[in-house]
Each structure stands twice: as C-alpha cells, then as structure tokens.
C-alpha cells in the first residue's frame, strides 16, 4: 500500500500530532464506539478532555479501572462482602475478575474476615474527563468503505460530544454532502521526510457538540427496506462513556511494536517515536505488515538497533503517569491482606 493511503501511519502521525498539540489531555486510538452491540462500531483515535479532577484520576492508577469495580455498591468506608458489592446482572466470573483486578491495580484493597473476603474502594472514583471527541480516520477518501454508515451512527448514538472525520484527500462539496451535518472535517497535510515531517490540520468544517445526556439510536443491522436500531438510554450512555474514557486512559495509542528486521528503525513524528520501514518508506504495522513474507524483510541478527521505551515515552509527554505514586503505597501494603 502506497505511504499517502496507509490508514495504520496516517493514524499514528495524527496521534502523535494531537498528542503534541493537546498535552493536558489523553489520546487513545481503536476504541468500541458502541453500546448495543459493543464491537459493531470501533472509533479510530479518541481525544478525551480533562475533567475538575483528572489528577485524582492520575493518583489512582495507571491501567484502566474494571467498570464493574467503578459501579459496585461500595466506597472508601466500610468493606462489604465482595459479592455484594457487585451488580446482580454481572455474571460472577466476570465480577471475580474485576474484584481481582481492581485490588490489583490499587483502586479496592481487600481483608479476610471469617473465610470471607471484604473489599472497599481505596478513594472515590474521581470525575476526571469532560468532553470525549472521536476521529474517524480515512486518508484516501478515494476507497470510502463503510464510512457514510459508520459517521451516521456516530452521530445518531450520539456516544462521544464531537465526530472529526480526518482525510489527505481533497475534500469537495460531494464528500461533504454524503457524511452528517454535524461531522467535522480535517484535511492531513504530511509534508517532508519522516523525521522532518510537519503535520498541518486543514479544518475543512468545525464539528458540531452532539446531544450526549439524551438517548441515543445505535443502528444494528441493515436488511432490505428496514434498518434494525436500539434506543439507548441516557444513563446506558454515561456509563458507556465512563468505560470509554477509563478504556483511554488505559490504552492510550502506542499499542503497536517494533518488527524485528533491519528495514525498520524508529522515527520522529510531533516528538513521537513511530516504527519506519526504510524498504516500504512508511510506518508500519509490525503485526500486519512484517514478516518472512515481505519482499523488504531481513532478520535482525543480533541484538536489535531499536531500543524504545514507549510507555516511558508516554509518561514523558502526557499527564498519564505510568506508576503513580498512591499505586505504589497501595500495593506495598496488600500483601499483609494475602
């Protein structure tokens, strides 16, 4: 695939540029966009603005809080038995699961009493996002895909306060007529070699706030003259918000690795560490991309050149920090719950 439609590099340059321009904020990308149906819709990149107590939410933990942790009937109190504490229509694997791993992580912390365990939030879940914006990325608009339908339930869910559709195509007043009204419209410009390479936002249309705190309509499936939809109440909305946003915080967009052949080495992009293929002249997608069965492939030999640290890098440039200090005190002392 030609550099200027590689979807998998235009993402990650955008995220690095966003990351660069917005540095208060958490950057996340390939996120579930839906709630009916969890895995129907996926956003591209999310961009989720910070809340009055974002920095309550960076003490807590550096992984993404189980939803089922959040919602659970306790609080920094009184420990309950941990199977009452959990909501009755969570299946108990899932709900043990979720126990485990917010005293895990630090957010509960556990005691014995009797042969039976009790648990308590360590602090109040904080409220630490705002306004969550989804980037649907389609840099050749040439080859659209599913894109009208997928920007239409965007904004008819309503999940996320603003739709972005970012594109290196020229964009006309066609490509504008096919998408929502309330879609807002970037055009990528990636001029120079990779490590010079500046990124510019063209705003083609601002995006328009969408009615998040109403009920929403999640399209489910198109059949011949009718289109199956689920209302989707406000509250099922907010949750599915708060599982968004933690979702980000947890992820981020550096999920991608470095293929261990020589054509690959790490390149600058906004300050960002991205893995370039010099044979493919592009980022690559390592798990995608690479391999015995790329013309360009050469083994790495030895110990490999690149030597990135992207968490590190991450901590470094953004408010997520990747050990806080209150997980650190947390778990020095969970062992004597053991």
């Not at 990149?45 to 550096?62: H, K, M, Q, T, Y």
């Not at 390479?197 to 995006?207: A, K, T, W």
């Not at 198109?222 to 947890?250: C, F, H, I, N, Q």
Request: glycine share 8%; charged share 35%.
């Amino acid at each position: 695939m030609p550099a200027s439609v590689s979807e998998f590099a235009f993402e990650l340059e955008l995220c690095a540029r966003l990351e660069a321009d917005d540095r208060e904020g958490i950057v996340a990308r390939q996120l579930g966009g839906c709630v009916a149906e969890p895995g129907g819709r996926v956003l591209d990149a999310v961009r989720i603005e910070p809340g009055p107590e974002f920095d309550d939410r960076v003490a807590i933990a550096s992984e993404t809080i189980p939803d089922v942790a959040i919602a659970a009937d306790v609080g920094p109190g009184r420990a309950r038995y941990w199977k009452d504490v959990v909501p009755d229509d969570c299946h108990p694997d899932r709900a043990r699961r979720a126990v485990e791993r917010a005293c895990e992580i630090g957010f509960f912390e556990r005691e014995h009493r009797n042969g039976r365990e009790y648990v308590r939030q360590v602090t109040r879940y904080p409220d630490w996002y705002d306004r969550i914006v989804g980037i649907e990325n389609k840099p050749d608009l040439g080859r659209p895909g599913d894109l009208e339908a997928q920007l239409r339930t965007d904004v008819s869910l309503a999940l996320v306060d603003e739709v972005i559709l970012a594109t290196e195509s020229y964009v006309t007043r066609a490509h504008l007529n096919r998408i929502p009204d309330a879609v807002g419209v970037w055009r990528v410009h990636r001029d120079g070699p990779i490590d010079e390479r500046d990124l510019e936002i063209e705003v083609v249309r601002e995006p328009r706030s969408l009615p998040v705190e109403e009920a929403g309509v999640e399209p489910l499936e198109s059949l011949p003259g009718r289109t199956d939809v689920a209302v989707v109440p406000s509250a099922e909305k907010a949750r599915a918000r708060r599982r968004l946003a933690e979702r980000a915080y947890g992820k981020g967009w550096r999920t991608y690795g470095f293929p261990d052949c020589t054509a690959c080495r790490a390149a600058t992009v906004a300050g960002a560490t991205l893995p370039y293929c010099e044979w493919a002249d592009r980022v690559v997608d390592a798990s995608a991309d690479c391999g015995e069965s790329c013309p360009g492939y050469e083994p790495v030999r030895e110990a490999a050149d690149v030597d990135v640290d992207l968490e590190a890098e991450r901590d470094r440039r953004t408010p997520w920090t990747a050990d806080p200090a209150g997980k650190r005190r947390r778990q020095s002392g969970l062992d004597r719950f053991g």
